[in-house]
């Protein structure tokens, strides 16, 4: 789970972390009032997205004055940010953040992630701070810092000064690094992130270390811990298709291919799109139906994947386990007659009472392509988009 800027902030400032005087606002006079009550020369309002690169979208504006504030709010509430990261469709703003301007003498990129290979915690941070990190790592790795933590406790004090010296900081200023550093890392570990990251981390010309900006994702399945968090959730930012899969308890994640994929079970799902990159096509979602799938579920994932106008066929998979292969064969062809599917469907059923589904698909009358091993699927589904 994501959440905005302003949210982030809100939750650094919990754990010690300093952050930019700032106020969210959702109208043109809001952000003028919240600039006035700054009491600053200079404002920066700030587009309220799940997306990175709003400044190169135009979605983050300087302003000299309160009332040049509410202009510039005028202009970015209600438009469409487009950036790398939203995808050309782009995402509505309904909120700015007005924060203080800052004398900025350099800026740093920080974060904590989970390093899975060394099932450890990665603290990550580079002088590029305010550019991407990836194309940081790509251009000049040598400038990207990588030192690894337990993942409970303190954070080690030898980290915070690897960190710090390595990024040129003098000796007081990696004493206020540690401080900072130490309150994103209990916040990373307590409150179940994925993600804690800031670009830029900012050191002003007076000395200071602070958060410019933050970016905060969420263990989904750790929500059930933190009530507070999941109250931050922004259902609005988020891939309708992806809330609506969630709320019927299916794993749903919408990617930019022309395949649509209906699996039960995530490795079976991964292996899946694996293989129909490897067959020379593109799928269009990920799609987990569970090992509990039934009818109205098999049902349902049909629906949530025909919402993407760009899928031109489905590719069932699936592994009969706890899950039978003649309610999945029945619940497809309830789906396919009810919603009337007009793209070509391959199906590959496997495991138990695999054959007794076969039969039901093949006895339905229904335009279906039964496929035997994973690669055969895989080429009978890129097969039916090019039309062969």
């Known amino acids: 789970m994501n959440v905005h800027e302003y949210q982030a902030k809100a939750l650094l400032e919990e754990y010690g972390v300093s952050v930019p005087a700032g106020e969210v606002a959702s109208t043109p006079a809001e952000a003028e009032q919240v600039a006035r009550g700054l009491d600053k020369g200079v404002v920066v309002v700030k587009a309220q997205v799940h997306a990175g690169g709003r400044g190169k979208g135009g979605g983050i504006k300087l302003a000299k004055s309160p009332a040049e504030a509410k202009q510039l709010a005028s202009e970015i509430l209600g438009m469409t940010l487009v950036t790398h990261q939203t995808g050309p469709e782009g995402k509505l703003v309904r909120k700015v953040y007005v924060e203080s301007?800052?004398?900025?003498?350099?800026?740093?990129?920080?974060?904590?992630?989970?390093?899975?290979?060394?099932?450890?915690?990665?603290?990550?941070?580079?002088?590029?701070?305010?550019?991407?990190?990836?194309?940081?790592?790509?251009?000049?790795?040598?400038?990207?810092?990588?030192?690894?933590?337990?993942?409970?406790?303190?954070?080690?004090?030898?980290?915070?000064?690897?960190?710090?010296?390595?990024?040129?900081?003098?000796?007081?200023?990696?004493?206020?690094?540690?401080?900072?550093?130490?309150?994103?890392?209990?916040?990373?570990?307590?409150?179940?992130?994925?993600?804690?990251?800031?670009?830029?981390?900012?050191?002003?010309?007076?000395?200071?270390?602070?958060?410019?900006?933050?970016?905060?994702?969420?263990?989904?399945?750790?929500?059930?811990?933190?009530?507070?968090?999941?109250?931050?959730?922004?259902?609005?930012?988020?891939?309708?298709?992806?809330?609506?899969?969630?709320e019927i308890d299916l794993a749903y994640v919408g990617l930019d291919g022309d395949i649509g994929c209906m699996v039960n079970g995530a490795g079976l799902a991964m292996a899946t799109l694996d293989m129909i990159q490897y067959c020379g096509g593109s799928p269009a979602n990920f799609l987990d139906a569970g090992g509990g799938a039934d009818k109205e579920k098999v049902k349902e994932a049909f629906k949530l994947i025909l919402r993407d106008e760009n899928v031109k066929a489905i590719l069932v998979n699936i592994f009969?386990?706890?899950?039978?292969?003649?309610?999945?064969?029945?619940?497809?062809?309830?789906?396919?007659?009810?919603?009337?599917?007009?793209?070509?469907?391959?199906?590959?059923?496997?495991?138990?009472?695999?054959?007794?589904?076969?039969?039901?698909?093949?006895?339905?009358?229904?335009?279906?392509?039964?496929?035997?091993?994973?690669?055969?699927?895989?080429?009978?589904?890129?097969?039916?988009?090019?039309?062969d």
């Open 320 to 387: 009969g386990g706890i899950v039978r292969c003649d309610l999945i064969a029945e619940g497809v062809v309830a789906a396919a007659g009810e919603l009337g599917i007009e793209v070509p469907l391959v199906v590959r059923l496997q495991g138990t009472n695999a054959e007794e589904g076969r039969e039901i698909l093949a006895d339905s009358g229904l335009d279906i392509t039964p496929a035997e091993t994973l690669r055969d699927a895989g080429e009978k589904a890129v097969a039916a988009v090019r039309g």
């Open 101 to 246: 301007g800052s004398a900025i003498a350099h800026e740093y990129y920080l974060a904590v992630l989970l390093d899975r290979a060394e099932e450890k915690l990665a603290i990550i941070a580079s002088t590029e701070g305010g550019m991407d990190i990836e194309e940081v790592a790509d251009k000049t790795p040598e400038k990207i810092i990588t030192v690894s933590v337990p993942g409970s406790g303190e954070l080690p004090a030898y980290a915070a000064r690897r960190v710090g010296f390595g990024l040129g900081l003098e000796p007081e200023q990696v004493k206020k690094l540690q401080t900072l550093l130490s309150g994103l890392f209990r916040l990373f570990v307590e409150k179940d992130c994925s993600l804690a990251e800031i670009n830029p981390l900012v050191l002003t010309e007076g000395g200071e270390l602070f958060a410019l900006d933050c970016k905060l994702n969420f263990d989904d399945a750790a929500l059930f811990r933190h009530a507070e968090i999941a109250a931050l959730r922004d259902p609005e930012e988020e891939d309708p298709r992806e809330r609506a899969a969630a």
